[in-house]
C-alpha cells in the first residue's frame, strides 16, 4: 500500500512553482495549478526559470504529484466554429505548457452542446481532441482528464456511460483518462453515503470505462441534494455528503495511489484547506497511509 497522495488547488500567484511552496507549507503532498490565468484563453509565454524552479523543487519539497486544470472557457463540444476552434487552440496550449512543466495529467471539463444534443456534443469532444493530439505528437505523457460533472444545463460528462462514449470516439485513447469530482458525482445523482450507493457507483466505474482509468480525484462535499445538478462545493463532512462518502473512497485500496485533491473554499491563509485535510486524514483506517505531515496536522488538529 502507497502513502495516499492528499493535496489541494492552489494559487500560482507569483509563478506557478510558488504553488509548489503553499502545498508544502500545510504538509501535503500533492497539488493542483492552472499553468496559466484560467479566465483567460491565452496565456503568457512559458517562464523557463519558472520551469526549472518547479522541476526542482517538486522532489525537494516532497510533493509527489502535480495535475493542471484547463481553462474554464474551453467548450470542446461548442457547436459554434469560432468557440470551438478557440478551445481547441486553448486545450492544445493546455497540455504543451503542461507537458513542459512535467505535469502528466490536465483536467478538462469536457464541454457543454449548448442545445445542438448529446450525441453531437460528444462527437464534437472527440473529433476536437484528435485534432489537438494530432497536433503534439510530443505530447503522449500528458493526459487529458475528463471530468465527471454535475449534469448542470447542457453539460457533457455527466455519467460514467457518457464519459464512455466520448472516450470510445477518440483515435487514441491512452491519451485520455477520467477525473472523478465527488461534489458532482453526488450532484449528478450518484449516492456515496451508503454502502451500497457507493458498491454501484463502483461497479458502474468499472463497468464503463474501467477502473484503471480513473486517474485523479476531487475532493469536495455537496452544497447541493443529491441529484440536484447543482454544482457548489463546499468543506469536507459539513455539507450533504457528509463524511461517509469520503471514509469509504479514502479506505478502498482499488484507488491505492489515485491522488486525491480539494476543490473546497478557502482564503489565503489556508486555514480551510488544514482543516479539510484534518477531517480527510481522520478517516484514513490505516494511519501508516497518511502522509507523515499531515498526520502530525491531523494529531494537532484533534488535539485542539
Not at 202 to 207: C, F, P, R, V
Request: negative net charge; aromatic residues 6%; contains cysteine.
Amino acid at each position: 500500500m502507497a502513502v495516499l497522495k492528499l493535496g489541494t488547488h492552489m494559487s500560482i500567484a507569483g509563478g506557478v512553482s510558488k504553488a509548489i511552496d503553499r502545498a508544502a507549507s500545510i504538509q501535503s503532498n500533492a497539488v493542483q495549478v492552472f499553468t496559466k490565468n484560467n479566465r483567460q484563453w491565452s496565456g503568457p509565454p512559458i517562464d523557463e526559470e519558472d520551469v526549472e524552479r518547479w522541476r526542482e523543487q517538486l522532489p525537494a519539497q516532497g510533493v509527489m504529484y502535480a495535475v493542471s486544470h484547463a481553462s474554464y472557457l474551453i467548450n470542446l463540444a461548442s457547436p459554434d466554429p469560432t468557440i470551438w476552434e478557440k478551445s481547441i487552440r486553448a486545450h492544445k496550449d493546455e497540455l504543451q505548457r503542461a507537458h513542459i512543466y512535467g505535469i502528466p495529467h490536465v483536467v478538462l471539463h469536457p464541454g457543454a452542446h449548448t442545445g445542438s444534443g448529446e450525441e453531437a456534443g460528444i462527437a464534437r469532444i472527440a473529433t476536437a481532441l484528435n485534432t489537438i493530439h494530432a497536433q503534439t505528437p510530443d505530447c503522449t505523457d500528458t493526459l487529458t482528464l475528463l471530468e465527471l460533472m454535475a449534469g448542470q444545463g447542457t453539460c457533457l460528462g455527466k455519467s460514467f456511460g457518457q464519459l464512455r462514449r466520448i472516450i470510445e470516439q477518440v483515435e487514441d485513447p491512452s491519451r485520455v483518462a477520467v477525473c472523478v469530482d465527488t461534489c458532482h458525482a453526488f450532484a449528478a445523482g450518484y449516492e456515496l453515503r451508503t454502502a451500497e450507493g457507493y458498491a454501484a457507483m463502483m461497479a458502474e466505474i468499472a463497468a464503463e470505462i474501467g477502473l484503471d482509468k480513473v486517474k485523479c480525484w476531487h475532493f469536495n462535499d455537496s452544497k447541493g441534494k443529491l441529484d440536484s445538478r447543482l454544482d457548489r462545493h463546499w468543506h469536507i463532512g459539513e455539507g450533504e455528503i457528509g463524511l461517509q462518502g469520503f471514509r469509504f473512497i479514502l479506505n478502498d485500496l482499488r484507488w491505492d495511489g489515485v491522488p486525491m485533491l480539494l476543490e473546497t473554499p478557502k482564503e489565503d491563509d489556508l486555514f480551510d484547506d488544514i482543516a479539510n485535510l484534518a477531517r480527510l486524514c481522520a478517516l484514513v483506517e490505516d494511519k501508516t497511509r497518511v502522509p507523515p505531515g499531515l498526520l502530525v496536522g491531523q494529531s494537532k488538529s484533534s488535539e485542539e
